[in-house]
């Protein structure tokens, strides 16, 4: 019983920090600065790694489609001309 409550909480917690990332992403996608390709990036990458332990596929891909995006947007954003 030790071990699923310790399970349950550190994949709760990565979720509290995936969730935290994607606020801060979208704050800094207000504010209309680069780090909201890194932190969305993270983001993603932690909630494709707990969908995918759960097998939950339909929101992994969703989810691995927004990571692909945020890649291309920061490409996009690096290019941009000043």
């Known amino acids: 019983m030790i071990q699923f409550s310790e399970k349950i909480s550190f994949d709760l917690g990565l979720e509290f920090f995936a969730a935290f990332l994607g606020v ?28 995918f332990k759960n097998q939950l596929l339909g929101d992994l891909i969703i989810n691995a489609y927004f990571f692909l995006m945020s890649i291309y947007g920061w490409i996009f954003w690096s290019k941009k001309e000043e």
């Open 24 to 51: 801060m992403s979208v704050w800094f996608a207000k504010n209309n600065k680069v780090l909201v390709y890194p932190t969305g990036i993270v983001s993603t990458l932690i909630y494709v790694w707990i969908l």
